[in-house]
């Protein structure tokens, strides 16, 4: 039986892949600009022409990445759902600061327990 609550996740993992995909193009343009010359955008003009371009990626991929999530989360149930969105979500913090190492112990902590929930029918309790 459907619930209201069926796509939640699926639009929270859209959201995050979306703002994924938002960061690379960003940094991709950021780096093409200041390779031209400069540590910054030179102008308002560069930076938003990233952003349209940005804008258009998601848009253009955002309606297949949530179809795909959507039938990929089909079958989960709330403790795996959140184990994979505190993964994902802490992955996409990491990322979008240069200096957060990935690997520090609270991530890999994060991810040690998203893991164990989101396999938690098959791990025996003592």
């Keep these: ?23 690379v ?4 343009g950021y780096r093409w600009f200041k390779n031209i010359g400069s540590n910054q955008f030179s102008s308002k003009e560069g930076a938003q022409v990233t952003i349209v371009a940005f804008l258009f990626v998601t848009g253009f991929l955002s309606e297949p990445i949530f179809q795909t999530l959507q039938s990929l989360t089909l079958g989960w149930d709330m403790i795996q759902e ?16 240069s200096h957060w ?3 520090d112990s609270l991530s890999v902590l994060i991810y040690i327990i998203g893991v164990a929930m989101f396999f ?3 791990i025996p309790l003592i």
């Design 82 to 97: 959140i184990g994979v969105v505190a993964i994902a979500s802490r992955v996409l913090v990491n990322g979008m600061v």
């Design 1 to 23: 039986m459907a619930t209201p609550f069926d796509n939640v996740v699926a639009t929270i993992l859209q959201g995050v892949a979306v703002t994924a995909i938002g960061l």
């Design 101 to 103: 190492r990935p690997d």
């Design 120 to 122: 938690h029918e098959q």
């Design 25 to 28: 193009v960003y940094q991709t």
